[in-house]
């Protein structure tokens, strides 16, 4: 959601699947540096604390950056 209260994106989940297996899907095409992405208690799964770890350490890489993150 945008300053002004408008959503960014949002992606129909197919019945074979559920939303946590489709949080990357929803992610992975925008730059996430300095924003604040908000979920709800459903989206505090190992799976997805993974994807943030590795979110990190590219962004890291990116900027040369070389510390690695030990614990969440």
Known sequence: MTGTGMTVTQLR????????????ALLDPYDLREVTVTGDALHTQRIQLEYWKERWRAGLAENGLHHPLRRV
């Open 13 to 24: 989940v197919p019945e074979n699947t559920n939303e946590i297996t489709c949080f990357a």
